[in-house]
């Protein structure tokens, strides 16, 4: 299994201001993911964080309010711009490893709100 | 396009009754399933997963789950509740094969045990 720190582990925030997740993997990983669960909904996928490239985003989100690094295999940030209320929510860091990537790992989240 | 529907978002159930939470999925190739538990103020833990191998399929803590192609189901089991089941369940599901590791959940399901 992989074991994901993910910091912070919750914050609160301004309107306007923007804020940086950070997600540490203790092994190397193909594959690491941006979600978000906003409250009382499932999860949903922001993008892929592709080392060496630009991250692949999913329908709905975009860079400019998503920024994602990852320089490494195991690293990757997820930065969250110009916040409002709406972007209240947990944000969670996920590795794919196994195979076929199959066994999928999730860090604790980083619970977001905004004021 | 894959998709997930999990029958009911509250499930309360007596220490030591049948557990049954429900999964419906909708997917244009042969997938790949998983069911995950968050545990309050925790990220999300894999519970147990299918990958085209053995229909049932053991996990964790004495879940299982059961996959059924002409049902298009994949339901969660556990013969006899415990208090520490106590706790938010997602059922997941992505293509099979290839290098597209998108996972698409269902909304959750909220288990309570009763003592």
């Known amino acids: 299994s992989a074991v994901i720190s993910q910091k912070p582990s919750r914050d609160i925030c301004q309107r306007g201001t923007s804020l940086t997740i950070q997600c540490q993997v203790d092994s190397q990983v193909t594959m690491m993911f941006w979600y978000r669960q906003q409250p009382g909904q499932s999860l949903t996928l922001i993008a892929t964080a592709n080392q060496g490239s630009e991250a692949t985003y999913e329908s709905g989100f975009v860079i400019d309010k998503f920024p994602i690094s990852r320089p490494n295999l195991t690293f990757s940030t997820l930065t969250v711009s110009n916040m409002s209320p709406e972007d209240s929510s947990i944000y969670l860091c996920?590795?794919?490893?196994?195979?076929?990537?199959?066994?999928?790992?999730f860090g604790s989240g980083t619970q977001l709100s905004v004021l | 396009a894959q998709s997930v529907t999990q029958l009911g978002s509250h499930v309360s159930v007596s220490e030591g009754a049948l557990v049954l939470l429900r999964c419906n999925y909708s997917s244009s190739v042969p997938p790949y399933l998983f069911w995950y538990v968050q545990y309050p103020n925790q990220g999300l833990q894999l519970l147990l997963k299918?990958?085209?191998?053995?229909?049932l399929v053991k996990g964790i803590n004495g879940f299982e789950a059961e996959f059924k192609k002409s049902e298009t189901s994949f339901h969660l089991t556990k013969p006899s509740a415990h208090m520490s089941d106590a706790a938010e369940y997602f059922c997941?599901?992505?293509?099979?094969?290839?290098?597209?590791?998108?996972?698409?959940f269902g909304k959750g399901t909220l288990l309570t045990v009763n003592p």
């Open positions: 997941a599901v992505r293509r099979s094969g290839g290098s597209n590791y998108k996972l698409t």
């Open positions: 996920s590795v794919a490893n196994g195979t076929v990537g199959e066994k999928l790992f």
């Open positions: 299918y990958t085209s191998a053995a229909t």
